[in-house]
T-cell receptor
Framework: GAVVSQHPSRVICKSGTSVKIECRSLDFQATTMFWYRQFPKQSLMLMAT?????????EQGVEKDKFLINHASLTLSTLTVTSAHPEDSSFYIC?????????????FGQGTRLTVV | KQEVTQIPAALSVPEGENLVLNCSFT??????LQWFRQDPGKGLTSLLL?????REQTSGRLNASLDKSSGRSTLYIAASQPGDSATYLCAVQDNYGQNFVFGPGTRLSVLP
């Protein structure tokens, strides 16, 4: 099956700093990637949808200036949490859609546990 | 707006029991439904994918059914084992093939 690699798996950063999370599709071209956030004991919530070469589409309530998404190539999307605050501490997961497979199952990264201290 | 609910929120059973997890969604215009497993602090493991035209899918001890018209899916786990302990999430993908809407999950504990 298709593999999506997310890095880092765990990161601790100081309040006010920025953190970049990478999401790579290893064996397919991901025309669309999705970024989700999961707070403790809550379900995954979509943050934004990124299409290669264009601006990301953010869900209501998600600050686009705070969560910068770049999908510069068909195999890489990055999420940068800028000026992180403790309330940004969460579990972030990306998923990628294989354009060649059509609208089929989603492939998820292993997630990034962000802790802002 | 699509909403997904899961019942029960938590479940604790002795090893060997058969169990059923329930998922409901409000908008039947879905492309597919997927069941995932999430271990504490970890990512998602895809268990079963059911296309909207399908009624059920089976993989080993797992069987998932889909009744799109009534907005329901069930995940059946046969002969549960302690290693099955995890949170089980269902998610529906809309007809545009875009994002998934996730349920809140069912936290399962299988006691040895």
């Amino acid at each position: 099956g298709a593999v999506v690699s997310q890095h880092p798996s765990r990161v601790i950063c100081k309040s006010g700093t920025s953190v970049k999370i990478e999401c790579r599709s290893l064996d397919f071209q991901a025309t669309t990637m999705f970024w989700y956030r999961q707070f403790p004991k809550q379900s995954l919530m979509l943050m934004a949808t990124s299409n290669e070469g264009s601006k990301a589409t953010y869900e209501q309530g998600v600050e686009k200036d705070k969560f910068l998404i770049n999908h510069a190539s068909l195999t890489l999307s990055t999420l940068t949490v800028t000026s992180a605050h403790p309330e940004d501490s969460s579990f972030y997961i990306c998923s990628a859609r294989d354009g060649d497979r059509g609208l089929s199952e989603a492939f998820f990264g292993q997630g990034t546990r962000l802790t802002v201290v | 707006k699509q909403e997904v609910t899961q019942i029960p929120a938590a479940l604790s059973v002795p090893e060997g029991e058969n169990l059923v997890l329930n998922c409901s969604f409000t908008d039947s215009a879905i492309y597919n439904l997927q069941w995932f497993r999430q271990d504490p602090g970890k990512g998602l493991t895809s268990l079963l994918l059911i296309q909207s035209s399908q009624r059920e899918q089976t993989s080993g001890r797992l069987n998932a059914s889909l009744d799109k018209s009534s907005g329901r899916s069930t995940l059946y786990i046969a002969a549960s084992q302690p290693g099955d302990s995890a949170t089980y999430l269902c998610a529906v993908q809309d007809n545009y093939g875009q994002n998934f809407v996730f349920g809140p999950g069912t936290r399962l504990s299988v006691l040895p």
